[in-house]
């Protein structure tokens, strides 16, 4: 709870409708750049993934129409055989002179043809290949002829060319007669440069090209290295595609010369073959417009944040100024200068009468503050003349102390100016020390006015006008904080005076000062008995009893404002200082 209160008492108007701005701006601002981004991510990403299927798409659709297309002219090239005139058995046709030089016009038509067999079902037949061919290639034509043969459906094999590293298909397309059955098989060798050329198109920007086979092994690769073309056999999306062949699309993660990486991967069959055609790329790359985009758009939204929190702080001054300024007045008039007016501001109409109102307001505070004061003042006045009329009353009881009240309150009051006591203190002093010797009024007028010494029974009587006074005062509210210097005048600092026996830091302060004030006037003030003495005597006095009688800071106070002036009393008679001195204790506690 603490910190909220805190947080309240330091928030400011402008802070809040700066705060409030910026949010009305910023909340729909992020909620639909949210949303926004949101969908263009989502877009983007569904583009690059459809970007990736249709390339697979359109690699194992070219790709299959060029294998279905040669393996359509090897058919026609083995039903125009069988249908040509010519010898009735098959493997007597094969070797008549117009069958190689029709095969040699065929190929030459085809340079994509690298080799040519016509073989009747016993393998026996013309064959047509460069010298130097390649072992694995007979290899895998006698492998496709094997099997057309038994099964009676085209058969295709991937190989390489090891010494030019050229992809190749070998084609083995069965022809049957009449009667369905396989009369002879055409093979050939084709160049695969479309897959290349296609594959090297689709291979930039760090896009990798792979041809699978129906088992999953890698035939051939663009663009990729050993460590991810050994990798991506054991990828999801291959063996996802070995379990089901269909197209596919997929996220992994294969191993590659950078280390381990994210994948985005698409995979289309080759529908005359059964191959795949795999195309995937970093998810990082894939995904890069995306992530471009979001960057574009959260530095966008901080621009217009930007420029929304620029706009709410010159709107939020400028509504808070004239706020500002009553606030400030308001503190004038807090503070007691009930004069301050504010200009009626014409920044809103609300404002402008809130001005005016407020001027009006102050207006009124001020002329009703002004009786107020008027009226407290009265009754200060009222108050301190009663009290003094009150002290003056009792002092005429004895016409030998007239003023003595009067002069130990200027006294007291001095001594605690330098004492540093606060104004509230001094003004209490001051009123408790002029009714200090209220008591007396419930003193017989024969013992205040015995011009000698009081007898041991009208010293007791005396000695009751602390507690009388104390007791006519405690009734009165207002001057319960006098009761001190009243009851307490007469305490010694030692424990010996009366009426309680205080001693030390026991008796308060106010009732200290008085005591030194009090002694002071006593012994410069005419007596019946004696005659008033010079004020450095009456210094001198006081200050041998400090520690005993009187409080020692109290007497250094008393004793700074008599070397400064400010006890001013009428000077007595120098001549009387020894009667005095054997007459000072009862002449001081009278």
């Known amino acids: 709870m603490r910190l909220p209160s805190i947080f309240h008492r330091r928030l400011r108007l402008r802070h809040l409708i700066f705060l409030l701005l910026l949010l009305a701006g910023a909340i729909p601002l992020a909620i639909s750049?949210?949303?926004?981004?949101?969908?263009?991510?989502?877009l983007l990403e569904t583009e690059e993934k459809s970007y990736l299927t249709q390339s697979a798409q359109s690699l194992s659709r070219e790709l299959g129409d060029y294998l279905a297309g040669n393996k359509r002219l090897l058919h026609q090239l083995g039903?125009?055989?069988?249908?040509?005139?010519?010898?009735?058995e098959i493997e007597d046709r094969l070797r008549e002179t117009w069958v190689g030089a029709y095969l040699h016009r065929f190929s030459a038509a085809n340079p994509n043809l690298i080799a040519l067999r016509v073989l009747d079902t016993a393998g026996a037949g013309p064959r047509f290949a460069p010298p130097d061919s390649a072992p694995e290639i007979s290899d895998a034509l006698d492998e496709a002829f094997a099997i057309a043969r038994a099964e009676g459906s085209t058969t295709f094999r991937f190989a390489v060319l090891r010494a030019a590293n050229e992809p190749v298909a070998v084609l083995a397309v069965p022809v049957a007669n009449d009667r369905g059955e396989v009369t002879l098989v055409v093979?050939?060798?084709?160049?695969?440069?479309?897959?290349?050329?296609?594959?090297?198109?689709?291979?930039?920007?760090?896009?990798?090209?792979?041809?699978?086979?129906?088992d999953g092994t890698l035939l051939w690769s663009e663009g990729a290295d050993d460590r991810t073309r050994a990798s991506l056999a054991h990828s999801n999306l291959v063996l996802d595609f070995v379990r089901k062949p269909l197209h596919l699309t997929a996220e992994y993660t294969i191993a590659?010369?950078?280390g381990p990486e994210a994948m985005l991967g698409q995979v289309a069959p080759v529908?005359?073959?059964?191959?795949?055609?795999?195309?995937?790329?970093?998810?990082?790359?894939a995904f890069e417009a995306a992530r471009k985009m979001v960057v574009s758009a959260v530095l966008a939204s901080l621009l217009l944040l930007l420029l929304a929190a620029l706009l709410a702080l010159v709107i939020s001054r400028w509504v808070g100024h004239p706020i500002r300024r009553l606030i400030r007045s308001t503190h004038e008039i807090a503070s007691g200068n009930f004069g301050m007016r504010l200009e009626e501001e014409r920044v809103v109409a609300e404002l402008s009468d809130l001005a005016r109102d407020f001027n009006q307001m102050s207006g009124y505070v001020e002329a009703y503050v002004g009786k107020l004061r008027e009226a407290a003042q009265r009754n200060r006045d009222l108050f301190i003349s009663s009290i003094r009329a009150f002290a003056a009353a009792i002092d005429a009881k004895d016409p030998y102390t007239r003023g003595h009240s009067e002069r130990v309150a200027?006294?007291?009051r001095a001594i605690s100016r330098h004492l540093s006591q606060s104004e509230e203190f001094q003004q209490k002093l001051w009123i408790g020390a002029l009714l200090h010797d209220v008591g007396k009024i419930g003193i017989e007028d024969r013992v205040l006015r015995k011009g000698g010494v009081l007898t041991a029974e009208e010293f007791e009587q005396m000695k009751r006008h602390p507690t009388v006074?104390?007791?006519?005062?405690?009734?009165?509210?207002?001057?319960?904080?006098?009761?001190?210097a009243v009851r307490w005048h007469h305490e010694n600092w030692n424990g010996r005076g009366y009426p309680d026996g205080l001693r030390g830091e026991d008796i308060p302060l106010m009732a200290r000062i008085v005591a030194v004030a009090d002694c002071f006037d006593a012994i410069t003030t005419d007596r019946p008995y004696q005659k008033g003495y010079e004020p450095r005597y009456a210094a001198e006095v006081i200050t041998k009893l400090a520690g005993s009688r009187f409080d020692a800071k109290v007497v250094t106070a008393f004793l700074r404002a008599f070397e400064v002036g400010d006890l001013v009393v009428e000077p007595g008679d120098s001549t009387l200082v020894a009667q005095l001195e054997a007459e000072l204790p009862a002449a001081v506690n009278t």
Request: aromatic share 4%; net charge negative; hydrophobic share 50%.
């Open 33 to 42: 750049n949210w949303v926004l981004i949101a969908q263009n991510r989502d």
């Open 79 to 88: 039903v125009g055989l069988l249908a040509a005139p010519g010898a009735a």
């Open 187 to 214: 093979e050939a060798v084709l160049r695969l440069r479309l897959m290349e050329a296609v594959f090297e198109r689709e291979a930039q920007g760090q896009v990798e090209v792979f041809l699978i086979d129906r």
């Open 256 to 258: 590659t010369a950078r």
């Open 271 to 285: 529908e005359e073959t059964g191959w795949g055609v795999v195309v995937h790329k970093p998810v990082a790359t």
């Open 410 to 412: 200027e006294l007291s």
């Open 469 to 484: 006074g104390a007791d006519i005062l405690q009734p009165l509210e207002d001057l319960r904080d006098m009761l001190p």
